[in-house]
């Protein structure tokens, strides 16, 4: 006779070590997550898809070439792609 299919709803999760449900488990992404919503999603109103799309690109471009960050000796993440110039790579 054969065996009932085991009912796997009654079987409590077993978070493993790369189960990425808690917040803790990746704080880098949770703390760009929070000043993204803060400085960003929380500061604007999006009127259209293309309003949303510049007023993100503005945030990601200080957020990546004008705003210093304290993990990389207070310069911009662009200053580590031009060493000697911390001018924009896009136009």
Request: hydrophobic residues 35%; glycine residues 6%; contains cysteine.
């Amino acid at each position: 006779m054969a065996r009932p299919a085991p009912n796997y709803r009654d079987v409590p999760a077993q978070p493993g070590p790369t189960s990425g449900s808690r917040s803790t488990d990746n704080a880098f992404i949770e703390a760009f997550n929070g000043r993204f919503r803060a400085e960003c999603l929380n500061a604007h109103w999006f009127l259209t898809l293309a309003d949303a799309a510049e007023k993100l690109e503005a945030w990601r471009r200080d957020y990546n070439e004008v705003r210093p960050h304290g993990a990389i000796g207070n310069k911009p993440p662009i200053a580590l792609m031009n060493p000697g110039d911390t001018a924009s790579l896009s136009p």
